[in-house]
Nanobody
Framework: QVQLVESGGGLVQAGGSLRLSCLAS????????MGWFRQAPGKEREFVAA????????YYADSVKGRFTIARDNAKNTVYLQMNSLKPEDTAVYYC????????????????????WGQGTQVTVSS
């Protein structure tokens, strides 16, 4: 059982930056791909970014491409989401998640592919 704990959320003005962190409890963290999702009030959970187990491949939603960067430090069991040029529409609860199936590589945008989830961290961007 992998436990994921997000941190780093908060309130920021439009144009500002935040860095989210997700700490995994599992010592085999380095064998998992990881993803970030977000959910705004009244909306479905949506894909934000994902990274392969080695960090060699990264994937982004079109809405965040060029502004957000996903990275990981396997020695620290941590995945990061650097968020720059934040917009009010980025306001949401952000979740990190880990898949266990190899089908992830074809369906990384789907929340159904992820088996372990953190509790989420709130990001609020004011205009």
């Amino acid at each position: 059982q992998v436990q994921l704990v997000e941190s780093g959320g908060g309130l920021v003005q439009a144009g500002g930056s935040l860095r989210l962190s997700c700490l995994a409890s599992e010592r085999t963290f380095s064998s998992y791909a990881m993803g970030w999702f977000r959910q705004a009030p009244g909306k479905e959970r949506e894909f934000v970014a994902a990274i392969s187990w080695s960090g060699g491949r990264t994937y982004y939603a079109d809405s965040v491409k060029g502004r957000f960067t996903i990275a990981r430090d396997n020695a620290k069991n941590t995945v990061y989401l650097q968020m720059n040029s934040l917009k009010p529409e980025d306001t949401a609860v952000y979740y990190c998640a880990a898949p266990t199936s190899s089908s992830w590589v074809r369906r990384y945008r789907s929340a159904a592919e992820y088996d372990y989830w953190g509790q989420g961290t709130q990001v609020t961007v004011s205009s």
